[in-house]
């Protein structure tokens, strides 16, 4: 068990370090205020507009950093800061989410898997967990249950790669827009594309992290299957 612990210890430093880049990234660029004057919610609803995307509503939601797009109800959930924010981190931020918008109204195909995965690994993250400890407990007389939790934690670890594309793709989508409309140039652009890599870094973070453990999971069972 203490190689699971390292690789815990290991990665959840990775993601300290990464999480408060980001962190401090997101602060400087907010206090960098955007030339056109634009809010964030202004910027997504002229993206999507601009998009061809309908139906997509921009709303707030409470928090910091918990900007998201929901293709459930089709909106465009910025936090008070990116909402009413007219920086460079907003500017980004709103591009962003409105990039996973477009996505969903072009039908990205990383999306739809992924979207068609949240049921299952909303069902297996209940009891995964638990399945795997019992199962390395028990490899040598049930092997199969430590098995099973294999294949639970190997979705899991499936979505976080599938996400990565979906990530890139948007963040992408984003800056192109930013610079097209002309909405960000020069060193508005760099600074707004600088914020969203290290967003994006997260996310490669947890993938990796959740590669090495199931790596992890699969040697235990190996090892005592010999």
């Known amino acids: 068990m203490m190689g699971i612990y390292v690789i ?34 202004e910027i997504a609803e002229k993206m999507l507009r601009e998009s061809g995307v309908d139906g997509v509503r921009v709303i ?22 990116v909402y009413s924010g007219r920086s460079i981190s907003a500017a980004a931020v709103a591009a962003h989410e409105c990039g996973h918008a477009v996505q969903h109204a072009r039908s990205y195909a990383f999306l739809k898997m992924r979207s068609a ?19 390395i407990l028990t490899v040598q007389a049930y092997p199969g249950i ?3 939790g294999i294949v639970m934690f190997a979705l899991t670890t499936l979505f976080s790669f599938i996400t990565l594309p979906v ?3 948007a963040t992408n989508r984003a800056l192109v827009w930013l610079r097209d409309t002309g909405l960000t ?23 990796l992290a959740s590669l090495a453990t199931l790596l992890y999971y699969i040697m235990i069972f190996l090892g005592n299957r010999r």
């Open 167 to 169: 990530e890139f793709d």
């Open 185 to 207: 140039v020069g060193e508005e652009h760099s600074s707004a594309k600088d914020a969203l890599k290290w967003a994006a870094l997260t996310y490669v973070v947890a993938a």
């Open 60 to 81: 707030s939601t409470p928090g910091k950093l918990t900007d998201h797009y929901n293709p459930m109800d089709k909106t465009v959930n910025l936090s008070p800061e």
């Open 117 to 135: 995965l949240v049921p299952v690994i909303s069902v297996s993250s209940r009891y995964m967990q638990w399945i795997l400890l019992i199962g």
């Open 8 to 41: 815990f210890g290991v990665f959840m430093l990775i993601s300290w370090l990464v999480s408060n880049r980001l962190k401090s990234k997101f602060n400087k660029y907010s206090k960098v205020g955007l030339r056109s004057g634009l809010s964030g919610k």
């Open 146 to 148: 430590l098995l099973a």
